[in-house]
Structure formats: structure tokens, C-alpha cells
């Protein structure tokens, strides 16, 4: 079998390569391309069967990425709340540590695409190594979140050395690598990679998955071997418009991933990402999905619903409303049935 590297080699990057492809209109595809990157390799091309179905629709690039008039490049205020390049300090105990700038594919609705991919993210020896210093000199950071691009496109090598270097910090107690490997290029879950990760404990993965077709074969097998590495898996699913944004959709997810040993952690609003506008939903879609997730399915496999607030205010759960009222004698709500529910406070009775 090919190696992750061979495949990711042949990916499309051109307009051209994609018209031979999947045969769709790629008029206006130079000039998308030329502000955000354009990157689909054999293995998810292969679970496309057409440019506008819901894997086609993540990584196609489409024209209304120009058009978009409403949103920002930077919607999470990352960089201004970048004390060293590519290391985001937003919340008291974490931080977000981007090491790689390339992905396996390049998603049409990624946060960070005014620069992943493309020369206006630098990751460099210099920029880990003033990443280090300042965890070093901030010893109330207890996890790092290694995130990019995607951290597991780096060489195993250069991932020992990072993950090394981070648990030398004593602060640090935990590491959380947020990738798309598992889901886009999984053959990229190596034994070796396995070998290197576990070194490493407590490992936890976010990764992230769209959409069911995206629960393949070799997706589970990476998400097997990882798990029985013992390392956590969870999932941060993009609620998108056209692609997964109806309930039988988010339920076949959540449910498949379950099954593939991947807890679903967050389901993430859109952010108002610069040529995202077209991918995003009304806040009402999900709140609505929530509503029919909870109790309807196993908790295991629900997600928290959450929108990262522009400006990098930080990310806030939305919820579905199940209070009626309240009062210092009882709580009155709605159960999951919408049936109304009534709870006596402490001292109270029915
Ligand atoms: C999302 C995010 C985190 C992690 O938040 P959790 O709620 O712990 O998953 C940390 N730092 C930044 C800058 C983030 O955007
Ligand atoms: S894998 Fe993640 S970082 Fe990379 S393009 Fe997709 S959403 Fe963005």
C-alpha cells in the first residue's frame, strides 16, 4: 500500500486536476484559489461522488468564498491574543498552539483560512521555540491544545520532538492535539505514529468529522488504533449549511462516531469567517437539532453546541431553552417529550 506521504502527494491542487476529475465548472476557481487554498487528496476525493454533495461541498472551492461581504478575516481575535506568534492565549489555563500551517485537505469553511496553507502562516524552529519560552514563564497554563493546519501532517520525528519538548514543561499537565487526520487521510495513523503518540500521556485527540460518509473503514481503523493506544478521542463536528445541518444527518453522526470510540464534544456554530458567510446557519438550526438530540439519544453521544463569540470573547454553549420558570419553591420545566415538569427546591415539597 502507498504511504500517507505518496497519497497526500497526489492530491488535487489545480482547477484543472479537479475539471478531469469530477467535471464541474471551475471558471471562477483560479481566482478562489489564489486567496485560499485548494487541496484534495485521492482518499476523500474517492468518498466524493459529486462537487456539490457534502464531501464535495468541504472541500470544492465555490465562488460565493469571493462574494463574501458580511464576515472577517479573523473572526476569533486570535491574533491579537497571540502573546508569541502562532500560540493563542485566550482562556486562564489553556492555550493554543498552532505548529504546522498545511492540512490534509483544505476545508472551504476553516477558521483559520486567511492563512492556513498559504504563506501568511509561518511555523518555524524560532516560533516552537518562543512557544516553549512562554509556557516556561506561564506555569498557570496546565494544557496545550497542538493545533494548526493539522499537527499530525508533521513527520513523526518532529512530533516527538514537539510533544517532547511540551512535556518537559512541568506545567503542563495535559496535551490535546486537534487533528483531521482520522477523517480526511487516515492512512496517516501509522503504528509508528501510534508508537510516538503514547509516549505522551494524558494524550487526549480532538478530531473532527462532518459528516456519516466520512465514517469509513479506514476511519475506524485509525480511531481504533489511537483508542486502543489509549488515548481519548472526541470530535469538533462544523454545523454547515448543505452539508450536515438537518437532524438526520447530526444523528447518524454522533451515533457512527460513538461506535468508531470518537465521544462527539462540540458541535460548532460557523464561525464569521472571511468566504464562510455561504456555510453558515441561523443559530435557531442548531439549537433546534440540540433539541431533538437530547435525551432522544444516548448522552454519550451529544455534543455541546457551542459558538467561539467574535472578538475572541470566548466560546459559550447554546442550549436549548427547557426552563418554564422559576422560583425559590420550584423549578417548573419541559421535559425532552415537551411535557411540563415541575422540580420543588431544597425545603420544598410536590
Ligand atoms: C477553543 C479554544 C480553546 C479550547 O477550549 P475548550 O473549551 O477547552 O475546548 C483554547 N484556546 C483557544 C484560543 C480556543 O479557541
Ligand atoms: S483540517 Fe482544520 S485547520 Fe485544516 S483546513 Fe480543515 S478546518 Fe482548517
Known sequence: MENWQEILQQSITTPEGLAERLGCDINALPEVIANFPMRINPYFLNLVTAADDPLGKQVIPDKAELDDRVCIPDPLGEEELSPVPNLVHKYPDRVLFLVNNSCAVYCRFCTRKRMVGTPRMRTSKETLEQGYEYLKSHPEVREVLVSGGDPLLLSDTMLDEILGNLR????IEIIRIGTRVPSVLPMRVTEDLVAVLKKYHPLYINTHFNHPREITEQSSLACTMLA????PLGCQTVLLKGVNDNIDTIKELMRGLLRIRVKPYYLFQADLTRGVDHFRTNTRVGIDIMK????????????????????????IPLTPD???????????????QGKLCVYPEAGCSL
Do not use: C, R, W
Open 292 to 315: 431533538q438530540l437530547y435525551s432522544h439519544l444516548s448522552g454519550m453521544a451529544v455534543p455541546t453546541f457551542v459558538l467561539d463569540a467574535p472578538g475572541g470573547k470566548g466560546k
Open 168 to 171: 518537559k514543561i512541568p506545567s
Open 228 to 231: 486502543d493506544a489509549g488515548i
Open 322 to 336: 427547557y426552563i418554564v420558570s422559576s422560583s425559590d419553591k420550584e423549578l417548573v420545566f419541559e421535559n425532552y
